[in-house]
């Protein structure tokens, strides 16, 4: 999809604005002590703080408006010297108190935007606001012993930021790909691990149609908790369709909350959507506002990790690798941290480029791994390819030891001792082999001399399958030409 792509025959265009909700890494919830673990025993990590009990007074949690402004100064935000906090009034059984402690006309931080790339084109997305509020429990609904519910309060008061974005994304694609570079983001500041299974990075979505040309913005429709990427762009390719659908047919959509059911492959009607005056904000009368000094701002710019942008300008400027390289390389800083760690190490930039992309990406996927839980070390990697330059290793060999490194964790030196897999380069040896498939082979040496110059590759399998894959490749390759001609 082209960021101006129409839909329904090219007569509407799509108007999506996201609002993600990151939880922060932080130990403790926002206001309390109260662990912030996920996956405790249910209501084991609460207190009456965070579950609404009369008398209590919240405490606000200095580490969590560290890592807003954080995030708000790598997403280019002017930083609030001023804000507070208010109440937001509305009934969930999940949410004690009866109402959730949030920001509303202060928030931390404002504008500010996030550039995504599709289809090769740059695209600034701007950003609204981020603002600091607590978390809700969580319902867990019971069906197979009865008709009632459980509700888990160790997840109220968990510290969130909520980051709202203009309405510029076009497409479902560009909104994927919003969310794709977002969580890359929080993950190299370290203030969001970007668990989109566990719930702690979930994004709503508004979305209208209106006609193209058109610059009123349709009556819109917001799209609750989706979790993954994929189920963005289902979700928002289902609900353009579905708005299009109501419009061609003459009626009116409906602005209202719908629910994304993934197993269904359709949006549901939740609720009418709420306005912010139904939610009566009031100024949160427990908490003092909030006074960010410059002197603070600064401190916290000076401690920015180096983003995914500039990374990867450099590692094209740098390492001379292909701008595809270096975007896959930075999606993720551990990711990009190995990379650097095997470069350092002696490995030559393209070459671990291609091992990483290649094998060890591949590795990982079968086992459903992270980076972090690889046994392999960059510096084994770049050991690896010092034997393969040198010509210890084949090309063919390495794959082999590769894989048994990564196995098990052992530096390439050991592998090739343990398995005898160093490469053959007597040129006696290897002439002793091609004069023996040579003499076997009288027809393809035949057909080869005639001209049929493909049997080259026919050669050279039969020398290594004689060799056990050991023969120098090109010391093979230069010998067979030789003796062929």
Known sequence: MSAQETFGNGKYEAVIGLEVHAQMLTETKIFCGCSTKFGAEPNTQTCPVDIGMPGVLPVLNKKAVEFAIKTGLAMGCRISTYSRFARKNYFYPDLPKGYQVSQYELPICEGGHIDIVVDGAVKRIGITRIHMEEDAGKNIHESSSGNYSFVDLNRAGVPLMEIVSEPDIRTPKEAAEYMRKMRSIL???????????????????????????????????????????????????????????????????????????????????????????????????DLVPIEVTQEWIKGIEAGLPELPDAKRERFVSSYGIPEYDAELLTSERAISDWYERAVTAGGQPKAVSNWMMGELMRLLNEENKSLEDCLLKPEQLA???????????????????????????????????????????????????????????????????????????????????????????????????????
């Open 187 to 285: 993950r190299y500041l370290g203030v969001c691990d970007g668990n989109m299974e566990q719930g702690s990075l979930r994004c709503d979505a508004n979305i209208s149609m209106r006609p193209v040309g058109q610059k009123e913005f349709g009556i819109r429709a917001e799209l609750k908790n989706m979790n993954s990427f994929r189920f963005i762009e289902k979700a928002l390719e289902y609900e353009i369709n579905r708005q299009i659908s109501v419009l061609e047919e003459g009626g009116k959509v409906v602005q209202e909350t719908r629910l994304w059911d993934s197993a269904a492959g359709v949006t549901q009607s939740m609720r009418t959507k709420e306005e912010a005056h139904d939610y009566r904000y009031f100024p949160e009368p």
């Open 383 to 485: 050991g690896m390819l010092k034997l393969m330059d040198n010509g210890t290793i084949s090309g063919k060999i390495a794959k082999t030891v590769f894989e048994e490194m990564y196995r098990g964790g052992k530096d390439a030196d050991a592998v090739v001792k343990e398995k005898g897999l160093v490469q053959i380069s007597d040129e006696g040896a290897i002439e002793k082999a091609i004069d023996e498939v040579l003499a076997r082979s009288a027809k393809e040496v035949e057909r080869y001399r005639a001209g049929d110059e493909k049997l080259i590759g026919f050669f050279v399998g039969q020398v290594m399958k004689a060799m056990k894959g050991k023969a120098n490749p090109q010391l093979l390759n230069d010998l067979l030409k030789r003796k062929l001609q």
